[in-house]
């Protein structure tokens, strides 16, 4: 079983940055880690994702070139750097997990098998 834990959220202003980070305990093989976000307005949307093995790392549009995905294989955590924040970023993160997940499908949540509880990250303006 598979288990993940978000942190690292919380207020920044506009253009500041922050670091999340999702500790993972046990192992699901190779697949993908990924972070999504959602907002009360929205449905869950795809942010970033790093696949196993080779490392290859995907971004929405909307956050290329400000976030980074990352991960510490030693440390079996996967982290976000994310700077030059906006507004539009003010949403709850979450971590994501999962085995045998094709290209085409890394930005669809409901390929994911394990997920996080969350960080709730507001940039304010």
């Known amino acids: 079983q598979v288990q993940l834990a978000e942190s690292g959220g919380g207020l920044v202003q506009v253009g500041g940055s922050l670091r999340l980070s999702c500790a993972a305990s046990?192992?699901?093989?190779?697949?993908?880690m990924a972070w999504f976000r959602q907002t009360p307005e929205k449905e869950r949307e795809f942010v970033a994702a790093?696949?196993?093995?080779?490392?290859?790392?995907y971004y929405a549009d909307s956050v290329k070139g400000r976030f980074t995905i990352s991960r510490d294989n030693a440390k079996n955590t996967l982290s976000l750097q994310m700077n030059s924040l906006k507004p539009e970023d003010t949403a709850v993160y979450y971590c994501?997990?999962?085995?045998?997940?094709?290209?085409?499908?890394?930005?669809?949540?409901?390929?994911?098998?394990?997920w996080g509880q969350g960080t709730q990250v507001t940039v304010s303006s």
């Open positions: 994501a997990a999962g085995s045998g997940i094709i290209l085409s499908s890394l930005r669809v949540p409901g390929q994911y098998n394990y």
């Open positions: 790093l696949r196993r093995p080779g490392g290859h790392t």
């Open positions: 046990g192992t699901f093989g190779n697949g993908a």
